[in-house]
């Protein structure tokens, strides 16, 4: 588990780095690097809230699954 936790951090280390660069670097101009970053970051916010209900559901018919599970044994 810990070497899980250590790549997620590195990969977010790199993309943050990553980012950084490529704002002192961009031939673009500054409203528009602005513009196109926000809008990756409102994709990125989405798609985690997305798997995020997707991830509750399956707990949740997992945690039912388990209750009536357990009320058959009873």
């Known amino acids: 588990m810990g070497g899980l936790v250590r790549f997620v951090g590195g990969a977010i280390v790199g993309a943050a780095l990553g980012m950084v660069a490529g ?3 961009a031939p673009s101009a500054g409203a528009d690097i602005q513009r196109r970053m926000r809008a990756r970051v409102e994709e990125a916010l989405e798609a985690g ?3 995020a209900a ?3 559901a399956e707990l949740q018919a997992e945690f039912e699954r388990a209750r009536k599970g357990a009320a058959n044994t009873a």
Request: no cysteine; glycine share 0%.
């Open 23 to 25: 704002l002192l670097l």
């Open 49 to 51: 809230k997305q798997a």
């Open 54 to 56: 997707a991830r509750e």
